[in-house]
Each structure stands twice: as C-alpha cells, then as structure tokens.
C-alpha cells in the first residue's frame, strides 16, 4: 500500500518562515544601537541612569597565563600599559581556560547619586572570581569552586557593591577564571531595578520549572496508567533538560547543591551528556524510526554515540569550550528523520518539527554568546531558550497524546476488521465441528496406543539419563583437573617470560650482541642519560661544590641543580663520558664491546662498527683501557661485576679539569 503524504498547508509554513525571520529581523534591529555604539573606556554613571550594559568597549583585559600576578603587580605602570579593551580583543571570551583575566573596570560618578550600584556578572559558571574594591577594601573572593555561603549576595550569579563618591573616577579590578570558555557580559544596576529584576527573573524561572515539573508529573501518571513506554523516555528527557536549565541559570547551586562545588561542576559537564542521550533514547521511538527508517536509525545511533565519546573527552581532557557542536550533527539527523518520518504520514511529526524550530532559534543565540557575539544579547535573547523549552514540552505532550490516540484509533479500525474475519471464520469452524466429532473416534483409539508407546519410551529416556547424569560426574570431575593444569601453564608462562627478560637484560650485559640489539635496550640519547644518572647517583645526590643534598631538575636533560649553591652537574659530568665528542648511545655500545672483550678490540673494528674516525675509536679506547686498569685496582673491585661500573670512572673528567684550570693560571 502507497503511503498518504500529508498535505500540510503550503501558507501555515511560510507563514510560519515569515514569523520567524520577522522576529531575527526585529530583535536585529532592535540591538543594531549597541553594536554601533563606541562610547569611551570609562563608564560615566549618572543619577538618571538605574541600569547599564558594560560594552566590550568600557573594560579592559589582562590575560595572565602563569595565574601569579598580584594586584600591585598588575597595577605597575609596566603591566597597566599591556591592558587592552574589550573591543579590540579578538574575541571577548577567554579563550584560554585555566589562566586568569585581569578585567579593569574604570566608572565615573557624574554628581550624587541616590542609589547604590551594583556590578553583576552573567556567567555563573566562573571557577574563581575575586574582586578588588577602588577605596582599598577587602577584596572578595568567590566563584563556582566555593560553597555558595562565600558570596556577600546569595544570588546565582555574581553580585558585587560598587562603593561610588560624587564626582570621582574610581578604577575597579576583578581577577577571572576559568576551567570552560566563557565571556566577561555583565551590567550595572541600581538598588530598585536590581530587586524589580530580582522579583521578575525568579517569578518567570519559578513558573518555568513548575511547568516543567507538572509536565513530569503528567506525563509520568499517564505512564504509570497506560504503560506507554514512551511517556517514561518523555519524562527522562524532560529531567535531563531540567538539570541543563539548573546548573546553566545557577539556581541548581543556590538551592539544591550550595554546598556541594565539586557536585556542580560535574552537573555541568555530565547534563548536556545525559540530554543529548535522553532526548534521542526519546526521538527515536517518538518518530518510530527502528520500524519506519531501520537502517537510518543504525546512523542515528551510531553518530550518538560517537558524539557522546567527544563530549565526555571534551569535559575531562580538553576544555575547549566547543563542546555545543557535537550536538549540531545528531539533532541535525534526528530532525532530518523528523522530516522523512512526517512525509511518511506520520501526523504528530510535524508538531516534533515545530518544537524543535523554535528551540534551534534559542540554540542559535546561544551558540552567538559562546562565540562571543554580543549583538543579539538581552534578556529576551539570553532566556529565549527557556521559552523555547516551555512551548516545546507544552507541544510535545500534546503531540504524544495524538500519537497515542492515532494508534488506538488503528488499533480500533484493526480490531472491526478482526472481528469481520472471526465472524466468517466461525462459519467455516461450524462447518468443520462435524469433521472434528467423526474424528473424535479416531482420535480415541490413537490415544490408547500412544499412552503405551509413551510409558515404553520413558522407561528408555529415564535409563538414558541416568546414564547422562553419570557422565557428567565424571565430566566435571575432568573439567577441575583442566583447570588446575590451565592454572599451572599460566603460572609457568608468567616464570618464562620473566626468565627471558632477565636473558634478554643478561645478554646485553655480559654477551656479545650487534648495535641493532643493544639499541634496543638503549633507544636513544635520553634513554641513556636517564640510565647513567640513575646509575651516578644510586646513593643519593649530594653537590660537588658546597656537599648539599637537595637538588631541582636543570636546563639540560637529567641534570641536577643544587639549591643552595645553584651548582649545575650535568649527568655526563665526572664520568667517563664527560666532554664525549660523539653520540652517547656509539659511545654505551664502545664501553660494552671494549669490556667484553677485556679491552682485546681493535679501533679499526671499533670504527668499522661505529661508522667514526679511528683516531677518535683509538682515543677514546685508551679512555676506557685506561679506566678499566683503574677499576681493577679498585678496592671494590668484583670479578663478576657488569661493565657499567666503567662509566663511573671520574678520574680521566677530573684530570682534564685540573689540566685546564692549571692553564688558566699559568696564562
């Protein structure tokens, strides 16, 4: 059967289209005055004003990377100079999370002001947030890392007094940071304005999480009574998306989880994770898509997950701020399955695709903010997502019920249809009752002669199985000495892999190996250095020059500084490899060969391996001849010991030292 595309009016969709680029159009028109507006670095407050947006262009920006600068230090006239404004920056974000952002606000009291003026910060989600007051005060310390008790105005977003005198300048500092992208937004407010938004912001978030809760609760009882499954994913989707609103807007952690910073930042990071998971887990069975788009679905899921994984490193590795474009390619197949699932016939698709419009404007504006694009930013742009939310879970439920009602109403049309074939099927059953009761004789005798057969052949199946039941003893009983003999190889293959890497160590300490082997044990230059320094100093550090224990790492790799003195000992110092002219790794490779060999090694061979000089092989030969005669009058001498004790020796360093410091007195 062709399926019924359904004929949704060509005039509601352009309506609808004109709508929504009227309302870009206006809210463009209506922001156009504060991009254009270019006013001075230094915000001129007035007692006619009650409210002001800080521009980009009225604060000034200080990124430190090393996160360390004082506020005396950040005031020198050599760090101020390096402050610029906030419409200069490239982006009026902090692009690089983990360091800290001097941000320099500079306000003007024009004449005496009546009311008390507040600084408000947008972004709630800033890990540290410390504010220095002009007069000299104490600064305050807050942010996201510390319990809610920290800030002076238990708000969810950061509230700072601004103590203004009449007819001065004062210069305000606060210190930012941040583990996540974010921007410097913020506004100036007044005592009365300040708590009319106050009343207005939580009476509106108050009424949109009472909508969201009944719509849990509806839909939840509806579940409960039906057993719909998915009223039950509905209801997942709309607490993930709740927690998102929470731990965006704040109030999550001025309420349910002030005292828990640690719990807030995991919220997060984790809400947009459980949405993306939710709303799919959601979608899918909403639209049917496993019945109507089977191997579309597969994607769907496919490219979920994989979305999923980007997030999850994004939160825990990266924090690059862009995790919101992961989402961009499921919603854009979910919503492309949408399209295809309505033109299927699918009615209540369509009501799915209007929600989420309007939710893909609120997302836009959002996406502008973490862009750092302020032109569209305002109150109705920054809650339009909250809006957006309401009409969709408000359209949603509806669209549900009708998807509900149109498949009981199949189901009723399936059933009178049912009821049509039964009918006629009972007339063909009346017609066979005769058959059945000719053949009921029949069926009587074939009884009898079948209980016999059936009571003959469980007398065989329960010898049968007698004779199973033994073999499985015995079989178990085999299956335990498996395991004990797999748990003897295991243990022996453990032992043998041991013993090889001690052959394999013991063949390059004492056997003759080629370059290629042994540079395996000794890959590369800091391979060597790390082993030489392990080996110098295996009885502790202690300085050469003042007999201090306690170093820190040099310049150079596997170096030690003393921290009294500031005595550098590189690794190769005082050791026979000090001042070597060539690679370290030929020169490990020379000692090893030399001392194999009981110093029998010809330089020519030397050279011939070694791709050197055989002046340099037959130099640096009598170095290492010269310090094995030295090892063997040592008094620690052992016969068995390994040829690494070579590269201890220190004399031959000590000699061209004192050589050289001989020469320099005598010039």
């Known amino acids: 059967m062709k399926p019924v595309t359904p004929q949704f009016p060509l005039r509601r969709a352009t309506w609808f289209s004109f709508l929504t680029l009227s309302s870009l159009l206006l809210l463009t028109f209506l922001c156009a005055p504060l991009a254009l507006a270019r006013p001075g670095d230094t915000l001129r407050v007035q007692p006619a004003l009650e409210e002001l947006f800080v521009d980009p262009a009225f604060y000034s920006i200080l990124e430190d990377s090393t996160g360390r600068l004082t506020l005396d230090e950040v005031r020198q006239p050599q760090r101020a100079s390096q402050f610029q404004a906030g419409n200069r920056l490239p982006t009026t974000t902090m692009e690089h999370p983990g360091s800290a952002y001097w941000m320099r606000l500079i306000i003007r009291a024009e004449g005496e002001l009546s009311q008390h003026w507040y600084l408000e910060m947008f972004d709630s989600h800033l890990n540290s947030v410390e504010f220095f007051p002009a007069n000299g005060a104490v600064p305050t310390v807050t942010g996201s890392d510390l319990p809610l008790l920290t800030r002076k105005f238990p708000y969810k977003n950061f509230l700072f007094r601004l103590p203004l005198q009449a007819n001065q300048t004062h210069t305000y500092y606060l210190r930012l940071q941040s583990s996540s992208k974010t921007t410097f937004l913020s506004r100036l407010r007044t005592e009365q304005p300040l708590a009319v938004h106050f009343q207005n912001e939580y009476g509106l978030l108050g009424g949109f999480y009472g909508i969201l809760l009944i719509m849990v609760v509806y839909n939840l009882c509806l579940y409960l009574f039906i057993g719909e499954q998915t009223y039950l994913r509905y209801v997942l989707y709309v607490l993930s998306c709740s927690l998102v609103f929470l731990s965006e807007d704040g109030l999550g952690f001025q309420y349910i989880w002030p005292d828990y910073p640690a719990l807030n930042e995991l919220i997060i990071a984790g809400s947009p994770i459980l949405l993306l998971l939710t709303f799919s887990y959601y979608a899918r069975q909403f639209l049917d898509m496993p019945q109507r788009l089977p191997h579309f679905d597969k994607w769907v899921r496919g490219v979920v997950i994989l979305s999923v994984v980007g997030l999850v490193i ?30 299927q016939g699918q009615r209540a698709a369509r009501f799915f695709l209007l929600a989420h419009a309007l939710v893909a404007i609120s997302v836009c504006f959002l996406i502008l903010r973490k862009l750092g694009i302020s032109t569209f930013t305002s109150t109705a742009t920054v809650y339009s997502m909250n809006v957006a939310f309401v009409i969709e879970v408000v359209v949603l439920s509806y669209a549900l019920g009708e998807k509900i009602k149109a498949i009981k109403d199949a189901t009723i049309r399936a059933q009178d249809k049912l009821v049509k074939q039964l009918r006629k099927k009972h007339t063909v059953q009346q017609q066979l009752v005769e058959q059945l009761q000719h053949n009921q004789d029949l069926k009587d005798q074939l009884n009898s002669e079948l209980e016999n057969l059936v009571a003959q052949r469980t007398d065989e199946l329960r010898q049968q199985s007698d004779t199973i039941a033994a073999q499985n003893r015995e079989l178990l009983q085999a299956n335990g000495l498996l395991a004990l003999q797999s748990a003897a190889i295991e243990k022996l293959n453990t032992e043998l892999q041991h013993d090889l890497q001690e052959v394999k160590t013991a063949r390059v300490l004492s056997k003759e190996v080629d370059f290629g082997e042994f540079s395996q044990i000794y890959p590369d230059k800091d391979a060597c250095l790390a082993y030489l320094a392990n080996l110098k100093w295996a009885e502790g550090y202690h300085c050469r020059k003042c007999g201090h224990e306690k170093y820190c790492d040099g310049r150079e790799p596997h170096s030690r500084r003393c921290t009294k003195c500031r005595y550098v000992e590189s690794a190769t110092a005082y050791t026979l490899l000090q001042k070597c002219k060539f690679s370290i790794i030929k020169a490990f ?24 000089r055989q002046g340099t092989c037959w130099s640096f030969s009598q170095k290492v001849l010269e310090a094995m005669r030295r090892r063997r009058h040592a008094p620690d001498f052992d016969e068995n010991e390994g040829w690494t004790h070579v590269l201890l020796d220190a004399t031959a360093a000590e000699v061209e030292e004192g050589v050289g410091a001989e020469a320099t007195t005598q010039a």
């Open 589 to 612: 490779y020379a000692v090893f060969l030399i001392y194999t060999h009981k110093g029998n090694y010809s330089s020519q061979e030397l050279s011939r391996l070694l791709d050197l």
């Open 314 to 343: 994004d939160a825990l590795w990266l924090n690059s701020g862009w995790g919101f474009w992961f989402y961009l390619l499921p919603y854009g197949l979910i919503y492309y399955a949408a399209v295809r699932v309505w033109r």
